[in-house]
Nanobody, 126 residues
Framework: QVQLVESGGGLVQAGGSLRLSCAAS????????MGWFRQAPGKEREFVAA????????SYADSVKGRFTISRDNAKNSMYLQMSSLKPEDTAVYYC???????????????????WGQGTQVTVSS
């Protein structure tokens, strides 16, 4: 089992940047595919980005492609989301998620993830 804790959220002006972190407990972090999701007020949670356990493969939602970068440091049991050129529509609670897998794949489907963090609020002002 793994526990996830997000940090790094906050208030930023449009065009600004933020870096979210997801710290994971456990000794087998490198065996987990990871992802970021977000939920805006009144909307369903949506996929943002995902990364394989090796860190080699990544996937992004079209809405963030070219602006966000997902990465991970297995030695530090951490995953990151570098967000640049932020827009007001990026405002949401951001969640990290994990799924233990033997395969070097990215997982974009929310229902496949087994573990979730509590979320961190990102607010982008116009």
């Amino acid at each position: 089992q793994v526990q996830l804790v997000e940090s790094g959220g906050g208030l930023v002006q449009a065009g600004g940047s933020l870096r979210l972190s997801c710290a994971a407990s456990g000794r087998t972090f490198s065996s987990y595919a990871m992802g970021w999701f977000r939920q805006a007020p009144g909307k369903e949670r949506e996929f943002v980005a995902a990364i394989s356990w090796t860190g080699v493969s990544t996937s992004y939602a079209d809405s963030v492609k070219g602006r966000f970068t997902i990465s991970r440091d297995n030695a530090k049991n951490s995953m990151y989301l570098q967000m640049s050129s932020l827009k007001p529509e990026d405002t949401a609670v951001y969640y990290c998620a994990a799924k233990r897998t033997l395969y070097r794949r990215v997982i974009v489907s929310e229902i496949e993830y087994d573990y979730w963090g509590q979320g961190t609020q990102v607010t982008v002002s116009s």
